[in-house]
């Protein structure tokens, strides 16, 4: 925090040192990049499909191709928006970045709340599955989640639940039954997990002992770490079965690449860009394309996250945007996904101001949301284009018109360009809100192999595959 940009180039320098004698090393000169102009002159923005033969190397056995150390792990990305990814994790990305987190973490949150007894309970972490990679006996691939259970220290594990014959299943469904029924008699502290999935368990778990309070159940219960999709839509659905300010709730930044970001505050709704964790931060402004590192970037201007890390990834574009909330020191807030947004009538409405007026929407309604989609419907003879919102309610509102108004409403007030494109219906019109029948997400999900762990339903797009995909199995 007090020497951001000099922590940055002393990371930068140790990549560089310990991947000049890489193939990718040697092929982009690395034993001649002395400073950061020579790496953007010598290493052209990459993404997984242009590293993809250099992975698959990795994966049939081959060494020292991206990086220096051996690669037995490989993380499957989500795939949402495309066919899942295998990333690549080294030990030192274990060691250095994701197990750092969890330590930071915790490590923060004690130091926010000195008279804590979080360490006297259980932690419950709900993850993903593995599997054996066949395309190599000593490579095995799985959910990060998973990864990560597989290898944590002795001194988590005795302290983690459920048992990892649990943990790991397959199959969903069974193993929230499992989890539920296992987890209900352990003292759990703290959780962590995806909100939407952690939300599932604890649903089952209150159903199977005919309570509405969690802390029936877990009367210990003190800290929720969450991650991966904006909590704002959940929040209060846990605010319902945790009711009170027992329950403390920190965000993290934990994507299949990395962990980037952390809750340092209580309640500040913001995290601490991480910049010792073996990654180097890259910028594109969203505005005109400019790159910059750290010390190049300004205040709620919205930025994709390029990171250079210690397993391999080079000027690696993630597809995440965010935005800086203070330069001293760099705190960020996640806006969404580069290709999670609507621009079909030059609207350009993007995830997090959907997940805010949804947000308020509900307040106002007292309704809730489990999941959502959005995609627009394009214009058509003498009718005007609009978007079209699937939603599946936990709970609906009595009056969906007013939902409808409502978010328009508010959609407007948080994107001057779509309000522009909505004056008098002649581009954009009214959105048409069509209420899905519980379990349609879980649906399509199960469909692409896609229930569980870290995957999660694609907010906003700017075509109708998804969207039509859903429609025709309801």
């Known amino acids: 925090m007090k020497y951001p940009i000099e922590v940055q180039q002393d990371v930068f320098a140790t990549l560089i040192d310990k991947a000049k004698n890489t193939e990718w090393g040697k092929k982009h000169d690395y034993q001649h990049i002395n400073n950061y102009q020579d790496f953007v ?205 027992q329950l403390n709730f920190y965000e993290n930044f934990n994507a299949t690449e990395g962990f980037f970001g952390l809750q340092d505050q209580s309640g500040v709704e913001e995290m601490l860009l991480m910049l010792d964790y073996g990654i180097f931060y890259e910028f594109i402004d969203q505005k005109d394309n400019r790159v910059v590192a750290l010390e190049g970037v300004e205040l709620n201007n919205v930025y994709e996250l390029v990171i250079s890390t210690n397993t391999g990834l080079w000027r690696y574009k993630m597809g995440d945007t965010i935005r800086f909330t203070s330069l001293n020191p760099f705190r960020i807030k996640v806006v969404g996904r580069v290709k999670h947004f609507i621009n079909a009538f030059g609207e350009e409405l993007v995830i997090e101001q959907a997940e805010k007026a949804l947000s308020v929407v509900c307040e106002k309604t007292s309704a809730q949301i489990k999941e959502y989609t959005a995609a627009p419907v394009y214009l058509k003879n003498n009718q005007s284009g609009k978007h079209q919102w699937l939603v599946e309610f936990l709970k609906e509102p009595e009056d969906v018109n007013l939902f409808v108004h409502l978010l328009d409403d508010e959609l407007k007030k948080a994107n001057a360009d779509y309000e522009a494109k909505r004056q008098h219906d002649l581009l954009l019109g009214l959105p048409e809100l069509v209420v899905l029948p519980k379990g349609s997400f879980d649906q399509w999900l199960n469909k692409h192999n896609k229930m569980g762990g870290q995957h999660k339903i694609p907010r906003l797009a700017n075509n109708r595959k998804i969207v039509e995909e859903i429609l025709k199995m309801v």
């Not at 008699?185 to 703290?190: G, L, M, P, R, Y």
């Not at 939300?199 to 802390?215: G, M, Y």
């Not at 991966?228 to 839509?233: A, D, H, I, L």
Request: proline share 5%.
């Open 41 to 245: 002159r010598n290493v052209p923005m990459q993404d997984y499909d242009s590293l993809a033969p250099e992975i698959q190397k990795i994966r049939e056995g081959q060494k020292n191709i991206l990086w220096h150390s051996d690669i037995k792990w490989f993380a499957k990305s989500s795939g949402t928006t495309s066919k899942s990814k295998l990333i690549p994790v080294s030990k030192e990305a274990l060691m250095d970045c994701h197990y750092k987190g969890g330590k930071d973490l915790l490590a923060i949150y004690h130091n926010n709340h000195p008279k804590s007894k979080l360490i006297l309970g259980k932690t419950l972490v709900v993850g993903g599955s593995t599997k054996l990679n066949k395309l190599n006996t000593g490579s095995y691939y799985g959910d990060l989640s998973a990864i990560i259970m597989k290898n944590f220290p002795v001194w988590v594990e005795q302290r983690r639940v459920p048992k990892m014959k649990i943990a790991l299943m397959d199959d969903w469904e069974d193993k929230i039954e499992k989890m539920a029924i296992s987890t209900a008699k352990e003292d759990v502290s703290n959780i962590s997990g995806v909100p939407s999935w952690v939300l599932v368990l604890i649903r089952k778990i209150l159903e199977n002992h005919k309570t509405d309070n969690i802390f029936d159940v877990w009367p210990n219960l003190e800290l929720f770490m969450h991650g991966g999709v904006n909590f704002s839509p959940y929040k209060e659905q846990y605010q319902q079965i945790a009711p009170g300010n």
